[in-house]
């Protein structure tokens, strides 16, 4: 199994910045991308910004140019920079990796249990 923990979740104003943490543990053979999803209430869970191992990166139109997503391939470890944060990201962030165990070596997508990010005005 593997464990995806997140932290750097908190309350900040409109204009300041978040940097969130996920860290992948467990059985784990490899990883493939790794993923940065929010969920604001009432709505569906959208992708904010994804990462491959080789270091490419995509984001959502909504944070391109105020997110930088990164990570250490050595830690297992995912990194959400969120600068200029507006009232509309507030919403809980997921992190979501694809890994693969030595149980069965299929690749298979693990979620986090979500930190919470509100952006007051």
């Known amino acids: 199994q593997v464990q995806l923990v997140e932290s750097g979740g908190g309350l900040v104003q409109a204009g300041e910045s978040l940097r969130l943490s996920c860290a992948a543990s467990?059985?784990?053979?490899?990883?493939?991308?790794m993923t940065w999803a929010r969920q604001a209430p009432g709505k569906q869970r959208e992708l904010v910004a994804s990462i491959t191992t080789a270091g490419s990166t995509n984001y959502a139109d909504s944070v391109k140019g105020r997110f930088t997503i990164s990570r250490d391939n050595a830690k297992n470890t995912v990194y959400l920079q969120m600068n200029s944060l507006k009232p509309e990201d507030t919403a809980v962030y997921y992190c979501?990796?694809?890994?693969?165990?030595?149980?069965?070596?299929?690749?298979?997508?693990?979620w986090g249990q979500g930190t919470q990010v509100t952006v007051s005005s």
């Open positions: 979501n990796c694809f890994a693969r165990t030595p149980a069965d070596l299929l690749l298979r997508p693990y």
């Open positions: 467990g059985s784990i053979v490899s990883i493939n991308s």
